[in-house]
């Protein structure tokens, strides 16, 4: 069915707006009419992935298209903010990277910014930009982004991948379909756990494995049995993770967020219930533990918080680092690391502090073969469900026991 | 023989025809690909090692991240992608993915359709009819 259009929008699709807000306009409907929205929604703020790995020639052409448009409005109508870049140019020669891929960033920089898109270059704009509020709907990319605000914040978005959610900004709407609508926001199934994680690999890993129970993007767990009030660092890491083994957008912890105060608020009597133990939520992180060697430490996905920061360097302090040890956050938190000293202490054992990527985005594969690095520790769950596919041997543990395999080469069975 | 058809309730792109590639199993272009090769890279997908090159992906549901919405564009760009993608649940970066690239997508059936449909046999993606149909 054809989606319902106000005057504003009709005149957008009819071109009155300009070629640029009516291609992105005609790209939201096609959208919105594969999954049966009736209408759009007013979006009050827009986040974008768009790292060149992914953009690739074609897509850094496509968005320069746009840029150099002269005719009506090319720039965005409502704050429009960026995920991760493909690099950090401070670091680039060290990480391999190639001129070819450095001029194609540059490129979609430039072209962004023609667009009116702020180069905020970070997957934690809920810690570090502005958190979305409840009930707020936004065009989010990133899926850690996008399940953190929806399960923590209240807010809501769909997966708004960098095509739809720039369209979003040029538009300042999106369709009304998926988690805009409050019935496809309650619970779909129970989760029962057992134990509460301490660890942010721990949180991680049973992200992981709630996603795997879950298992697609339509599915809302409703969790129970964790304790507590949860760290903003650690929900960060438990979504991403669920986000990412399972495609999943949106979580309730009941007494927690801020939507399910009580189980029958998001759920009905006749869930189907799954039960997780800790036993499940070791088996997967040993399920990646396959070798004792390690070639690189990766701290990134999501990047870190400055508190995260902080705690790395503690761990490096008095150490001396025998392989590679990445940590990266973002362009807003790295200047605070600096200020406060923990990125010298990290370095000064060998560690290295990387701003506005992400290790995943930034040609992977790519570093990989330039460095030699295969066998790669970190405390990041959703980091190893994605690297696999990059021809990495990705292993899970703590933050200590990967600093400590950062000093001796091995990694510890955890 | 007539042809035996399944009927979608999400579909988007051209009209393809082309044999099947058929896992119980998700797709992400980013998670599962070496989009280099051509080939599906994760170590654990059931698909690992296969070509997906110019064949009808049937799989299970999509998963992963964002990238997708991207990277389907930019695999068409150099003629290695996918001809069509069906799924038996999507999920909206798979189909935003499929309107920039103009990949054919079909989503929703009323069956397991990695069940239904056996790996090499041609079928044909008919989304404005919302249909596919093993020929």
Known sequence: MAMKLNDE???????????????????????????????????????????????????????????????????????????PRGT????????????????????????????????????????????????????????????????????????????????????????????????????????????????????????????????????????????????????????????????????????????????????????????VTRADVEALQRSYHRDDQVDVVVFSAPQLSLYELGDLAKLCDGRRFSLPLLAVTSPQVKPDS????????????????????????????????????????????????????????????????CVDAAVSGKLMQT | MSAKIYRARHAMGPVVRGPALVASDGFSARYDLDRIKGIFSRPSHKLAGQSYVGKILVLDTAKGGVATAWMLHEMKSRGIVPLAIVLNSVNPILAQGAALGDVAMLAGFDEDITAAIQSGAEVEVDPQQRLLKVL
């Not at chain 1, 409840?134 to 997966?159: K, L, P, W």
Request: aromatic share 8%; with cysteine; proline share 4%.
């Open chain 1, 9 to 83: 929008e009709s005149d957008i699709l009819a071109g009155k707006a300009g070629p640029v807000p009516q291609q992105a306009l005609r790209h939201q409907i096609k959208v919105g009419e594969f999954f049966g929205a009736a209408d759009f929604v007013p979006v009050t703020q827009a986040h974008i992935m768009a790292d060149t790995e992914s953009l690739g020639e074609a897509g850094v052409q496509w968005l320069e298209g746009l840029a150099a448009t002269t005719d009506g409005q090319r720039r965005v109508r409502i704050p429009t903010i960026t995920d």
């Open chain 1, 88 to 275: 950090d140019f401070a670091k680039a020669d060290w990480l391999g990277q190639t001129s070819v891929m450095l001029d194609l960033e540059r490129r979609a920089i430039a072209a962004f910014e023609k667009l009116g898109v702020a180069m905020t270059n970070t997957c934690i704009n809920y810690q570090t930009i502005q958190a979305p509020t409840r009930n707020e709907h936004a065009a989010f990319g990133d899926t850690g982004v996008v399940i953190y605000s929806n399960s923590v914040c209240g807010a809501r978005s769909n997966f708004e991948g960098g095509p739809s959610a720039l369209s979003a900004g040029l538009t300042g709407r999106t369709p009304r379909y998926g988690f805009h609508l409050p019935e496809l926001r309650r619970g779909t199934v129970r989760i029962q756990v057992d134990h509460t994680p301490t660890m942010l690999n721990g949180w991680g890993a049973l992200g992981g494995v709630i996603g795997r129970i879950a298992g697609n993007y339509w599915a809302v767990p409703v969790i129970e049995g964790i304790e507590g009030a949860s760290k903003s660092d650690q929900l960060k890491h438990f979504g991403a993770s669920m986000a990412s083994f399972g495609s999943i957008a949106l979580y309730h912890l009941v007494g927690l967020t801020p939507e399910a105060g009580r189980l029958s608020d998001v759920a009905a009597a006749d869930l189907p219930v799954h039960s």
């Open chain 1, 338 to 401: 600096d200020r406060m000293g923990y990125t010298a202490r990290i370095e000064a054992a060998g560690g290295s502090v990387l701003s506005g990527m992400c290790f995943y985005q930034s040609y992977a594969r790519e570093i990989s073969e330039a460095r030699g690095w295969k066998r790669l520790a970190t405390n990041s769950a959703k980091l190893v469900n994605i690297l696999g596919g990059y021809g990495y041997r990705p292993m899970l543990a703590s933050m200590e026991s």
